[in-house]
């Protein structure tokens, strides 16, 4: 039985639940929610098997599916994200906080709990079609990755990637997920006419550590591969060495650059570990279960580049934090990145390609 508190930590996990290969230690309800629920013996409960903690997907039925931003530290205005949630469990995650918009936890309902957007691809091609559309590149996995383990079945980053190949749209994606490689049909053919790009994000080499921040996430060393059979491919990839997570994979800067140029990659970047909202209490139980004794040495670098606060908002910032530390962790970052030749100027993607495909009930041009 459970009752209806205030609580923490893993009193939010049914004890019913085996939990395992996942990122957050509980499931706490988001900043919206007025009730928690908390889980208390009674003394009735008799002995039971513990049940597999599964991942659930249900549809959602989009009106729109570009999303437009202002941001002024964003490289791109526009972006589509094909699911909410994301399987692949990274504690760290700066999206976790938008599950609590749907009623959901930010927390294992946030890896557990996902929603596909099945009609995304045709939403796409109507919104391309509009005649009051003018192209610039687009972002997927901004958000959510595209390429989780559900892409393998649900194929809407696939549908999309097509929609953007038959306007010739310029498209840039994020990922962590090697079922990219499904896609070098598509994504050779576009680059080709210097239409896509693609950013790896690899966060650390140490496959321990990267199992425990990224539970269902591929490999670093599975991540590599991917970055070489894109770069064989023609595709132009960077290495994203993000987040950078002080006292835990700082020290990792100049070997993950080394390694992401020797596997092709012709580009680097880098984001500051990000812990707004949710995800400050989430990260650090997951640092207190995990690596006890780092705990203090994360979150005082944290606070120290957030000016006491474990998190600041403001643009500019947000990102790469501010302070003695975050300014060393740039240096460092474009020292290697320009030894290894990843910091050089990238061609812009194209737009002046972008055309609408004819379809069926177009009214033909009398002088085309």
């Known amino acids: 039985m459970f009752h209806k508190f205030h609580m923490s930590e893993s009193e939010s996990i049914s004890p019913g639940l085996r939990v395992a290969a996942r990122g957050a230690c509980s499931n706490l309800a988001g900043r919206y929610e007025a009730t928690e629920?908390?889980?208390?013996?009674?003394?009735?409960?008799?002995?039971t098997t513990e049940q597999p903690l599964r991942t659930h997907v249900s549809d959602e039925v989009a009106r729109r599916i570009i999303t437009y931003n202002r941001s002024p530290d964003l490289p791109f205005d526009r972006s589509i994200n094909p699911y909410r949630g994301c399987e692949h469990g990274c504690i760290y995650c700066f999206a976790r906080p938008t599950h609590a918009w749907l009623g959901l936890s930010p927390g294992l309902d946030f890896e557990t709990r996902l929603i596909a957007r099945p009609n995304a691809a045709a939403l796409l091609d109507a919104e391309l079609r509009n005649p009051r559309y003018a192209p610039r590149p687009i972002a997927i996995g901004t958000n959510t990755d595209p390429y989780q383990p559900i892409e393998q079945n649900r194929e809407i980053t696939r549908a999309c990637l097509e929609?953007?190949?038959?306007?010739?749209?310029?498209?840039?994606?994020?990922?962590k997920g090697t079922l990219i490689e499904r896609d070098l049909d598509i994504l050779s053919d576009m680059a080709a006419q210097g239409l896509v790009r693609v950013g790896v994000s690899v966060t650390s080499l140490d496959a321990d550590l990267a199992r425990k921040l990224e539970p269902r996430a591929p490999s670093p060393k599975r991540r590599l591969a991917t970055i070489r059979a894109l770069s064989g491919a023609g595709v132009p990839v960077r290495i994203m060495t993000s987040p950078v997570i002080p006292?835990?994979?700082?020290h990792e800067i100049e070997t993950l650059l080394a390694a992401g140029r020797e596997a092709g990659a012709d580009a680097a970047s880098w984001i500051m570990l990000r812990l707004p909202?949710?995800?400050?209490?989430?990260?650090?139980?997951?640092?207190?279960?995990?690596?006890?004794?780092?705990?203090?040495?994360v979150?005082?670098?944290?606070?120290?580049?957030?000016?006491?606060?474990?998190?600041?908002?403001d643009w500019g910032r947000r990102m790469r934090g501010s302070g003695v530390y975050a300014r060393l962790i740039a240096r460092r970052f474009e020292a290697a990145a320009t030894r290894l030749g990843l910091n050089g100027p990238q061609p812009g993607l194209r737009t002046d390609l972008f055309d609408r495909p004819f379809q069926r009930g177009d009214q033909m041009s009398l002088f085309g």
């Open 277 to 297: 909202l949710e995800v400050a209490p989430l990260f650090q139980d997951w640092l207190t279960a995990h690596y006890p004794d780092r705990v203090n040495r």
């Open 247 to 250: 006292g835990l994979t700082d």
């Open 37 to 47: 629920t908390r889980y208390e013996p009674d003394g009735w409960a008799q002995e």
């Open 299 to 313: 979150m005082n670098r944290v606070r120290e580049m957030h000016g006491g606060k474990v998190y600041e908002a």
């Open 163 to 175: 929609v953007l190949r038959r306007f010739r749209h310029p498209v840039a994606i994020v990922t």
